[in-house]
């Protein structure tokens, strides 16, 4: 789970892929649809769709030559639960490593 929680924390440290997924509320989009506000060669939007979907983010599918994309909203969702455990008191504690007594 943490690995999960990770690799999806991860891919929205970047901004263009934070965009991506702003533009994907609004519906399942194809490629080219979704590449047309940037402007970023079509190997680096691929990079960023991969990263998207290998975090499970989003998700893909292949209607006849076109790839369309989609949010995975109940991941959004865990992710937006993770985040709210920060801002709850006492919610998140730091894994540390336990002391050896000397005697």
Known sequence: MA??????FQALADPTRRAILKLL????????DLAKPFDLS???LSHHFAVLERSGLI??????????????ASVLEEV????????????????LKKERLMT
């Open 80 to 95: 937006a639960l993770a985040l709210m455990d920060f801002a709850t008191p006492g919610a998140v504690k730091p894994r």
């Open 25 to 32: 509320r609004r519906g399942s989009q194809t490629a080219g």
């Open 42 to 44: 079509k190997p680096t």
């Open 3 to 8: 690995d999960a929680t990770d690799s999806r």
């Open 59 to 72: 998700r893909s599918e292949r209607r006849g030559t076109f790839i369309v994309y989609a949010l995975q």
